[in-house]
């Protein structure tokens, strides 16, 4: 199985479309707005949401949503990244509630080669996240520091630092 990909591997125009998608719960949401500390009521209060807004339910998290598109696209994008270099931009265009379901695709927009360093090369990518019925919910366009098969071959090939097993 394919985890990343190396410089080489990557095409421009090239699309990965990430599987399996994720059901968002409101236990997700909830943990996810806990441990990064947004208590903002839209999130986790559903007497406030059904009152006070025009959704009249709570809305996941945004940066949830981002996270679990990114996540998706590391087997496919980044598993094998040096670095994530930029966020370029991020943007929320629809709400997603609990018990939607998230599916990713990501397009490879162009890529080079590093001006410093000839065992690696960037890739420039756009992955978008959409629900069930096909609502676009998330985009965001990023960089990745990636290596070339010669910085892979020089650190131990397709899973360097995997042990052997000993009888």
């Known amino acids: 199985m394919q985890f990343g990909r190396s410089y080489e591997e990557f095409e421009v125009g090239a699309v990965y479309k990430h599987w399996p998608g994720k059901t968002v719960t409101e236990y997700d949401d909830h943990l996810f707005c806990l441990l990064t500390m947004n208590h903002h009521p839209l999130h986790l209060d559903a007497h406030y949401a059904e009152e006070t807004t025009q959704f009249g339910k709570n809305v996941v998290?945004?940066?949830?949503?981002?996270?679990?598109l990114l996540g998706m696209s590391v087997p496919d994008v980044s598993g094998k990244a040096i670095?994530?270099?930029?966020?370029?931009?991020?943007?929320?265009?629809?709400?997603t509630f609990h018990g939607d379901t998230i599916y990713g695709e990501t397009v490879v927009l162009d890529k080079w080669e590093s001006k410093s360093k000839d065992d690696r090369g960037i890739v420039h990518v756009e992955t978008k996240g959409y629900k069930q019925d096909g609502t676009v919910v998330c985009l965001f366009?990023?960089?990745?520091?990636?290596p070339k098969n010669s910085y892979l071959e020089a650190r131990g090939g397709e899973?360097?630092?995997?042990p052997t097993p000993t009888s």
């Open 141 to 146: 366009r990023r960089k990745v520091m990636v």
């Open 159 to 162: 899973q360097p630092g995997r």
């Open 61 to 68: 998290v945004g940066n949830y949503i981002y996270s679990i």
């Open 83 to 95: 670095a994530n270099l930029e966020i370029e931009s991020l943007r929320h265009v629809a709400p």
